[in-house]
Each structure stands twice: as C-alpha cells, then as structure tokens.
C-alpha cells in the first residue's frame, strides 16, 4: 500500500522543521477531558506535529479482572468510561452471558434497553456541555447538567448511585426499580425535547460556533474506516455502521429509530450526530417503556444468581447456594467471546477467554476512545492551535477508558 | 458657489479653548487642592466600583447560568470582593526562576496604570458647572481639548503590560498568549480609531464634554453614527480581551494566557486591569454615543436625576452587555479574529467615515447644518 | 507575608489581624481542579447550578496553579501521574491547601495494581479527606466547610506554638516509591545548587561584595 | 445456531487459499476462530482484506493472551469487522516474541500493537514506533504476563 503523500512529506514541513516550539499540553490542561499529554511541534500558531500520550490514568483493569469473579469485575467496568457507566456494565455482562449460553428475563432485557439509552443522553450531554466550554460557551454546559441531574435521579432512583452505578448483574439487574420508575422516566422523556430545542437554539446556529467547527478537522469515509474509528464520529463522515441497527441485540429490532449521518466528515457534522442522537435515544426510551412489563428480573438459572433476599433469609439451602456464591463465584464454560455494544463512545467490546475457572483467564476491552483518539493526528497536523480543542471536543473521550 | 474656502468653514460655533471649570482668579494653591480632592475622589469612585464589578459580573453570570453567586461572605456577598484582595494580598509572590524579574515585576503595573488614567477625562457632569461643594469636586478630573486622542493613545499603550507579562514568564503558554494579544490589540486599535472619527466629523470636536453637550443640543450619536457605534463596541470587546475576543488568555487553550504565573497581587493587578480598561471602553460608548451625563429627553422627570447617575446607568448598561456576551458567545479562532477585523470591520468603519464626511460636506455646502 | 509570619506574641490586635487574614484566605479560596478520574466528573456537578457548593463560597476555578490555593486531587493517582501532582503542588503559591476527593486519592481504592498509587497523601500533604466513590456533593460541601475551619484556626502573624502540622506529613518522598527509570523532575538539592547561580554572576558583575553569607 | 453463510464462504476461501497454514478453525458461540502459522500472518490479512467475498475492511481489535507453559508462549488475537457484509472473523497465531506489524495493512493497528508491546513485551517487526504508550517510557517488565505480580514490585 503506497504511503500516502502525507502532511510530513510536503515542502513546508521539511523547511520549517528547524523553527519549531515544542508545546506541551501536559495532562493537566483545563480542556483534555482529564489527564491526557498532547505534545504539540507549533510553528508559529499552525499545528506541525501532535503526538498524544495516554497512559496517566492506566489502572490496569485487565490486570486486576484476571483475579476476581466474574461478578465481582463489574464494579471494575463502571469505571472505565466514568460518563457511562451503565453502557459499560451491560458491555460487559453480554460476553460472559453467550459464554453461559443464558437468557434474561424479558424485563431486564428492556430494562438495560431503557437505562442504556438514558446513560446514552447523560454522555451526550456532558460531551455537549465541556466541548462548548472548551470553545468559550461556559452557560451552555451548565443548561446541559440540568437535564444530566434529573437522568442521575432516575438511575439513583433505580440503583442509589449517580455516577457509578455496578447495577448489572451477570444474568440480569441487581435488583427490580422501585414503583414509580416508570413514571418518572416518561416524565423526562415528556420534556426532553423542549430542553434540547433550546440547546440547539443556543449553539447550532451560531454563527461563531459555526466558525469554529464547520470544515475542521474533516476525516474522509475510508481515513475513518482505516483509522478505525466507530460511534458517531465514524457516522459523522457518512458512514452507515450501528450496532444497534447492522447487528441489532437486545430487541432493538423491535424498535423503530433513525441514524443520524454526517455528509463532510468536519466537527460540525459530529456535532449535528451526536445531538440528532440524544432525540433519537428519547424516541428509543419512549418506545422501551411500552414493552416494559413486570416479571423476574434476574435469570432463574439457580447457579449463577443469587437467591431472592426473603428465600435465602429463611430456607436452609437457599441460603447455602447464596453463601456458596458469595465465597467462590460460579463457573464458566470453557471458550472466548467477543461481545460488543453500540455505547455513546462508538463500538465498547468485552474479549473474554475462559478457563473453566470462576476467574476470566483473559479480559480485553476494547475501547471506542482509545481508537477514536488515534486519529486526533490526522484531524489537527496542519490546522491551529484551537482546532485541536476543537477536535478532541467532537472526538469524544474519556480516559478512564482511554487508559483503562 | 462651490469653492475650497468653505471647505474649512463648518458651520459649527467658532471653536475657542473651552472655559476652564473654574474661574481663573482663584490663586493656585486652592485650585491645586480642588483638583486633588476630585482626583482623590472620582479615583475612589472608580477604584471601588472596580472592585464590586468582579462581583457584580459572578453575581449576573451566575444567574444566567441558573446558580446564585457568591453569597456566603457578607449579606449578599457583597464582601467578596474584600475577601478576594486580602487572599490575593496574603498570597506568596512567585517569580519563576527563569523569569526576566525586572520586566517581570513591571508588567501588572504597565498593564494597571494606562487602565486607571484612562478616567481622568470622562465627564461625570457638564465640565462647565460648579461641581459638589460649590468647586470642591469637579465632574471631570481634566477637561482635555483631544479627549479622545489622549483615550486612544492609553488604550495602545495598555498592551506593552501584556507583552512585557508575556515575553517575562519564561512560559510557552503565556509567550502564546502575549504574541496573539498584540496582533489582536493593534489591528482592533485601527478599527477603533476609525469607527471615532464619525463622531468626531459630527460633533468637530475632540473634547468629550463639548460632544455631550452637542449631543444635548441635537439627537444622540447612536442614531446617525449606528455603524460607527456597532463597530466601535466590537473593537471595543476584541481590545479589552473580552469574551469573544479573549484569545489572550484563553482558559480552554493557553490555560490562563499572559498571567499564567503570576500569583498574589500581582496577578490582582492584572485582574483589576482587565475590568478598568472594560469600564473604560464603555463610559466611551457611553459619552460618545449615548450623550453621556444628558438625560433621554428634557422634561421634568427626567432632569431631576443629577448627570453622573445617568452616565453610570448608561455604562452600567454597557457592563451587563459585556457579561451576556461573555456567558453565551464562544471565542474566535485567531484567524478569524483578524480576518473579522480587517475583512469586515476596517471597511464598514471606512465607509461610515466617508458617508458622515459626505453628508457632512453637502450639509454645510446647503447650509442646513446648525 | 514572610516578614510579618511568625513573629508576634498573642494579644488583642494580632488575634483579630489573623482572624482577618484567615478570613479572606477562607472566604475566597481559588480552587484547582486535578480531575483525574470519576471523582472529576462529580467535582464538576458540584460547581453547576443544582449543588452550586464553588461559586456561593466564593471559589473561582482557577487553572494555573500559581494563582489557586487549594489543590483538589480528585480522581486515581497513577505513578506516571505522581511527579506531575508534584510539580504542580510545587507550583503552587504558598498559603496552599489540598483536599484529596475520593477513595482513589486517599488509598488507592479497588485498584491495588502495579500502576496505581496508594493514595495521594503519598507525595503531597493532605488537609482535608472526603471519602466515597465518589463522593456526593454534599460531602464536597462538608469537606469545604472542613477546610474553612482549619483555615479559621491558622495562625499566621501569631508566633507559632506546636510545629506546624497542615495535615499528614509525607510518609514518604515521592522519588523513593518510584520506578527507578520515571520522569526525573529536579529535587530540592538541584534548585539547592543552581541557587546562587546569579550570586555568583552579580559577584562576576561587581555589584555585590563576594563572601555575602547565602541564605 | 449455524454460523451465517457469508462466514462460512470466507472460511472456505481461506482453507483453499492458505491451505496447511490454517492451522484450526472453531466455532463457539457463532464465532469463527481461524487460527494462523505466523508466516502467513499478513497475507492473511491483506487477503481477508481485499478479497470481494471477505471485504473485512475494519480492525477492531488486536491483543494477545500469555500462555507461558507453551514454548510460543503469545497468542495474538485480532478481530476483524466487514461493514458491508456485516460478519466478524476472529484471527489467532502463536508466536514467542517477534511477529510482523500489521499496521500496512490497517493504520488502526498502530497504536493497539504499541499497548500489546507495551503490557505482553511481543516485538512486533517494522512497526513505525514501537514505544510504551500506558506505562512510563522506561518501566521495567511487562506488567499482563502471567509472571507479573498484581501489586508490580514496589508499593
């Protein structure tokens, strides 16, 4: 494959390399969406060469899962991309229940489907919110939070926790959502649409903001499928891959909803997906919430979940399987599997090899940012200095799943 | 006829070197006193309002954003700005140790000095009248002939504060910020100047307190100078660094621009500069443009409000904009910056120029100029 | 300050000067963020408009550390980032504070791995801790309340009468625990030897006296 | 459930194609796993990528898994993903420490090797920089090998 005449090789490049200031934009920078190093080769304002460094924020997750059960990696995988930490959760369960070879129940089926969709539009929201402050809007995020605070009261609402919230269980959800759940989510999903009218009326017609991103960083169809990248910044240039609709899982067949696609590939076009998304992950929830009906939430394969509290509390063997549970964990059949989930980042993949053991023998996760932020390079060389800010705003990361 | 003779000839009232305030017998040692109490005392005025503007623009950002400002020092915060001066003057001051230490130390005052100056010819009254206590306190500090060239000239020299802050920190960020503030501030300068001479060519007049006067006597400047004013308020934003404009010390990129190191008063100084200089280009706005001590119209409610509470109103006004358009707007790339100063700006301050000239002309040549 | 700083007995005009000093240090503290990890996320719902803890006690986010006071670490602590924290902490101009947010920065939570530090106080003192995972912002507002005390109850001109304790002291120094082969960042012996770098040159220049005692 | 048919075509292509060095193939779960003798290991993919039939034109992932009682002790695992055909394909080779970059094939891989040199220590031949990216430049030892304690080796 002949290399493609790329930015280095032209004239200017070569010339100007001796006049160049070496900027780094340490990971402690008020706009890299936490602790990740870009060290930039400036000429002048003019971006020549941007070299990322990831790794400040690597915990060694995979490290860590290969010694604990499986059920207990959950609360690992919530901390990964921290913005979403339910699509990581269900990410997660998906490969070790084919590895089972178990069904949910149909209730905790819609049930992920519906808090899946809500965290998507939490993460959407947040991305809004920083990637305008980043450009100078500081009002637009604090409108966007607004919205966040009543999706982190349904999910404290269903699970007690606003940020992190291990509400998954392999075979199902921890526990049922208290009553009135449901109508709380229809209440959001009521007036979502008035408060997102109104941030598009802030920002989309902006005419600076229109500046800033129109014909910025502008990745073609084939540069994005070769660098990768998935989410919406592979359908911000026009490509047509969603999880949800090309390898639909989790009844997403039975719902009707749109794909957003961009046509020039520019920040502005990301921008245009990923708000055009949240309306279409309320169309999702709308929708979910007709099939929610109530039932079991957990899968009734005794082995593999806990028995419910009041039969555990009074029969003697229930009790025993509880203990059993707790102390070693179940066992998986011997295998790999890849399982992957459409989240708010682009295509979030649990790898899983196991040993027949109650511990993953190797866990791989395989990160939407940590790809997407490959092609920053290719976005930002040539362009200023801005327009890197500008870029990793429409990219999207989050580097507790950059860094894992 | 036509002939060049009455080119020179404009209608206007002979110009003469207006009367001084105060009648000249007063021997000069009580004028001397006069002047320094009024200095003393619009200086106070200016001082502390400074002050209270860093909370007044918390308090109205943060009702923007849906969230109360600071109330927890004070009644209604109002303390804060107190607070704030003595942490800042409690505070370690920092030279880094590849700093220039001289230039270093001078910068916060280079930048401080030309922004306070700037209120030593705004008119707070008619220059003319007896001020308070019968003489005691002046409305204005100096009654300058070239009021606006002297503006002008303080808000060139305001920038050599951000360079020498700049180029003395040793710091790639704050060298980053110091480069884009004199490219900005010397083209925004040019389209300042320009979108003035309108008024100028109008009023025939440098001294700010005969332009107000003229303004009492015929309608405000906004109306027949509108473009002069739109531009001037832009290039007024873009030269104090500003929200749109403040590429300087852009949080997001430069992390705090041409002050990135320095700590404590120092750093205050700069912080004070930013809002005096603002509150300069808006009393400007104001006396050039909104009539500043006259009152709207001349009948009886509107006169009893003495003239330096209408000029703070209306450049109180002029504040509340600057903080709306510092929450909402997002900033400029560099070049668009410029290009939105010399593509767009410069030619629409050119064209106001020649059509007042014009008008002007046609007007004395017929005669119906006052 | 260094003048006035530990000089003075107790009596009546010192005792309500610190109270004044400690007054503005406590009511206008500029925060800087270190959001490392979750806890970041959750320290930026505590400045906007539903908890609204920053901006009524009336912090600014500042981001360079020369002009904040406070250090907030909130978030994991890996040991590529550890020298970072420290050059920040250095940076940072002196009445100088740190909370540590989360388990992460106090002990390392769940991550007990190769990569992770055990908790911040590891390198930096800490004043305030404020546990959870992360931690509501209630418990922000608590630990901001926290600080104001111990700021309320430094004694600044005042003579100093125990040793100066601003929270746990560094049980260790943060170029021992680390790899061998990290970041060197220059340690106190480095700024030590290139201090009297321009002594040495104004002696060369004659313009002081050489032999003048160095502090 | 059998695997899809389209799968099926491409497994059968790559047996006539690649012959002995298709050391296994596996279904688990309608997956495929088609294991590799190194050699062959780009032209695999190049094949898998041009091939009309095949048309995988995405890397999704590349990483290995430590089995240090083999003498190869690596085992480098790739995922490939066809957005037209809408079928995944799962590669795996054995290799003790040197095997050849895939990144002129897929520019993804660049920075997916550099993580797997980085955590396995697998050289991966001609990559354009092979450096650490999640560990300090010059951390000793390679923390996702099985040998490698959790807590690393000092505190």
């Known amino acids: 494959m002949s290399e493609t005449p790329t930015f280095e090789h032209s004239e200017t490049y070569k010339r100007s390399s001796e006049r160049r200031m070496r900027l780094n934009m340490g990971p402690q920078h008020p706009s890299t969406h936490g602790v990740l190093q870009i060290i930039l080769d400036l000429e002048g304002e003019v971006v020549m060469r941007c070299d990322p460094v990831p790794g400040y924020l690597h915990r060694g997750t995979e490290k860590l899962a290969e010694e604990r059960y499986y059920n207990q990696i959950i609360p690992l995988t919530d901390r990964l991309d921290y913005v979403s930490a339910f699509n990581n959760n269900v990410a997660y369960c998906i490969p070790v229940e084919k590895l089972l070879g178990i069904e949910i129940p149909e209730r905790a089926m819609w049930l992920r489907v519906i808090l899946m969709e809500l965290q998507r539009i939490a993460s959407h929201l947040i991305w809004y919110g920083t990637s305008l402050m980043d450009l100078g809007a500081i009002t637009a995020f604090l409108y966007a939070m607004r919205e966040r605070e009543k999706i982190l009261d349904i999910f404290e609402m269903a699970c007690g926790a606003r940020l992190t919230y291990s509400y998954c269980r392999v075979g199902g959800l921890l526990a049922d959502t208290p009553p009135g759940f449901e109508e709380k989510v229809a209440e959001f999903v009521k007036d979502f649409p008035k408060a997102w009218k109104e941030y598009t009326d802030l920002v989309s017609k902006n005419p600076i903001f229109m500046d800033r991103t129109m014909g910025v960083g502008v990745v073609t169809p084939e540069d994005a499928i070769d660098m990768g990248l998935t989410g919406p910044s592979l359908r911000g240039s026009g490509v047509d891959w969603d999880i949800r609709k090309n390898e639909p899982y989790y009844g997403y067949d039975l719902i009707d909803f749109a794909i957003p696609l961009g046509t020039k590939g520019d920040c502005y076009d990301r921008y245009l997906c990923r708000m055009e998304e949240m309306m279409q992950s309320n169309r999702i929830v709308e929708q979910a919430l007709k099939f929610l009906k109530p039932g079991p939430v957990k899968a009734p394969d005794p082995k593999i979940t806990l028995p419910p509290k009041e039969l555990s509390m009074s029969q003697a063997e229930a009790m025993q399987r509880h203990f059993y549970q707790v102390i070693h964990g179940f066992s998986v059949p011997v295998g790999e599997t890849y399982g992957k989930i459409e989240a708010s980042k682009g295509e979030l993949g649990f790898y899983i090899i196991s040993d027949g053991s109650s511990h993953p023998y190797r866990m791989k996760i395989r990160a939407p940012s940590y790809v997407n932020l490959q092609s920053l390079p290719l976005m930002t060389e040539g362009r200023m200095v801005s327009d890197v800010i500008t870029c990793i705003g429409t990219i999207d990361i989050v580097l507790g799943e950059v860094d894992r | 006829m036509f002939s060049p003779a009455r080119f020179f000839e404009t209608g206007a009232a002979p110009i003469v070197a207006p009367e001084q305030a105060v009648n000249p017998q007063t021997d000069p040692l009580i004028w001397f006193l006069q002047t320094f109490i009024t200095l003393f005392v619009i200086m106070n005025v200016v001082l502390v309002t400074m002050a209270y503007q860093t909370w007044a623009e918390r308090k109205v950002i943060a009702r923007m954003q849906l969230r109360h400002g600071p109330n927890q020092t004070g009644p209604m915060g109002l303390l804060q700005p107190i607070a704030d001066a003595v942490k800042m003057l409690g505070k370690e001051f920092v030279v880094p140790r590849e700093a220039d230490k001289p230039v270093f130390m001078i910068a916060p005052i280079m930048s401080f000095i030309p922004a306070v100056a700037a209120f030593a010819i705004i008119p707070w009254g008619d220059a003319r009248s007896e001020g308070l206590l019968g003489g005691w306190i002046r409305p204005a500090i100096a009654n300058l002939n070239i009021g606006i060239l002297y503006m002008l000239a303080l808000s060139s020299v305001g920038v050599y504060g951000i360079i020498m802050a700049g180029y003395s920190s040793g710091n790639k960020y704050s060298m980053l910020g110091a480069l884009r503030s004199s490219g900005q501030v010397v083209s925004y300068e040019l389209t300042l100047g320009i979108s003035l001479i309108g008024v100028l060519i109008q009023s025939g007049t440098l001294n700010l307190n005969d332009i107000v006067r003229q303004q009492q006597a015929s309608i405000w400047f906004i109306f027949p100078q509108f473009f002069g004013f739109v531009v001037f308020l832009i290039s007024g934003i873009a030269e104090t660094n500003r929200n749109p404009f403040d590429l300087p010390e852009a949080e997001s990129e430069l992390v705090a621009g041409f002050h990135l190191e320095y700590s404590g008063m120092s750093f205050g100084l700069f912080y004070l500069a930013e809002y005096i200089s603002m509150n300069a280009i808006a009393a400007l706005a104001a006396i050039l443009f909104f009539g500043g001590w006259a009152p709207p119209f001349d009948i009886v409610p509107f006169t009893l409000i003495p003239g330096p509470i209408w000029l703070f109103l209306k450049f109180a006004f002029f504040l509340f904009l600057y903080y709306w358009i510092r929450s909402t707007l997002p900033r400029f790339r560099y070049d668009q910056l410029m290009g939105l100063a010399w593509k767009v700006l410069f030619p629409i301050a050119l064209a106001n120029l020649v059509i007042t000239a014009v008008v002007k002309l046609i007007g004395v040549h017929m005669g119906w100029w006052v | ?215 | 459930m059998p695997i899809q048919e389209s799968l099926q075509v491409v497994v059968s292509k790559l047996q006539d194609k690649f012959g002995d060095s298709v050391l296994s193939v596996q279904e688990f779960r309608d997956e495929v796993t088609v294991r590799f003798k190194p050699q062959v290991w780009i032209e695999a993919h190049r094949f898998l990528k041009e091939d009309e039939d095949c048309a995988f034109n995405m890397l999704i992932d590349e990483t290995a898994a430590d089995y240090p009682l083999r003498n190869e002790r690596f085992d480098v695992i790739t995922h490939l993903l066809s957005l037209g055909k809408a079928h995944r394909l799962r590669l795996k080779t054995q290799t003790a420490e040197h095997i050849p970059t895939l990144y002129p094939v897929w520019k993804t891989a660049n920075w997916l090797e550099r993580e797997t040199y980085d955590l396995f220590g697998i050289i991966f031949d001609g990559h354009p920089d092979l450096r650490r990216i999640l560990l300090t430049e010059d951390w000793e030892g390679f923390p996702l090998r099985k040998d490698y304690p959790i807590e690393g080796y000092d505190i």
């Open chain 3, 1 to 215: 300050m260094g003048l006035l700083e530990n000089k003075f007995k107790e009596n009546l005009i010192t005792t309500t000067v610190d109270s004044l000093i400690n007054w503005g240090q406590e009511k206008a503290m500029y925060p800087l963020l270190l959001g490392t990890a979750c806890c970041g996320i959750e320290m930026m719902a505590v400045g906007y408009s539903r908890f609204d803890v920053l901006e009524r006690f009336g912090m600014l986010f500042r981001f360079s550390p020369r002009q904040s006071d406070v250090m907030i670490v909130a978030g994991t602590v890996t040991k590529k980032m550890a020298p970072v924290i420290k050059a920040v902490y250095d940076q940072m101009s002196d009445p100088k504070y740190v909370i540590a947010v989360g388990s992460c920065a106090i002990s390392g939570n769940i991550y007990k791995s190769y990569s992770t530090l055990q908790g911040v106080d590891r390198i930096v003192p800490v004043d305030i801790y404020i546990p959870g995972c992360p931690p509501i912002p209630e418990a922000f507002a608590y630990g901001i309340i926290e600080l104001q005390k111990v700021i309320a109850s430094r004694r600044v001109i005042r003579k100093q009468t125990t040793a100066p304790a601003p929270g746990a002291q560094p049980t260790v120094n943060v170029h021992d625990i680390l790899r061998p082969g990290h970041i060197k960042l220059p340690t106190a012996q480095d700024y030590a030897a290139h201090l009297d770098d321009d002594i040495t040159n104004y002696e060369q220049r004659g313009l002081i006296e050489p032999g003048r005692r160095r502090d």
